[in-house]
């Protein structure tokens, strides 16, 4: 585990202002395209055109979209995981969502009676 010490300063992870870094660092972005847009699109799809095509060919401008939404979200949760070394969990929550994930998701939801009161109403 990290010691308070021994955490990552800034520049370890990919800036939350990806926008601009791909105007300014292509490999932090080709990181961000790799981790994030690859998942986006599908990793079969992803692969198989890869440096073999051009972006535009295989992913929408939705597609990035997507995928930037995704880490901003996100974002401040991750950096928060990867200072403390804790992978699973987070007191941080995404800035848009509030919800998806085990740890995120409310006590209650995982009750049957919930479960089925919820279902009911959609």
Avoid at 11 to 21: A, N, R
Avoid at 106 to 117: G, Q, V, Y
């Amino acid at each position: 585990m990290l010691e308070l010490d021994d955490a990552p300063d800034a520049d370890f992870f990919i800036p939350l202002s990806i926008v601009e870094t791909r105007r300014n660092s292509t490999p932090l972005y080709i990181d961000f395209f790799n981790m994030f847009v690859a998942n986006v699109v599908g990793k079969k799809t992803f692969e198989s055109h890869c440096w073999r095509q051009k972006a535009s060919q295989f992913v929408t401008v939705s597609d990035e979209a997507l995928a930037l939404l995704m880490y901003k979200n996100n974002y401040e949760r991750w950096t928060d995981m990867g200072k403390n070394d804790n992978w699973k969990s987070s007191a941080v929550q995404p800035k848009y969502t509030s919800g998806g994930n085990a740890c995120q998701t409310p006590i209650a939801t995982k009750h049957k009676k919930t479960k089925r009161l919820l279902a009911k109403h959609r």
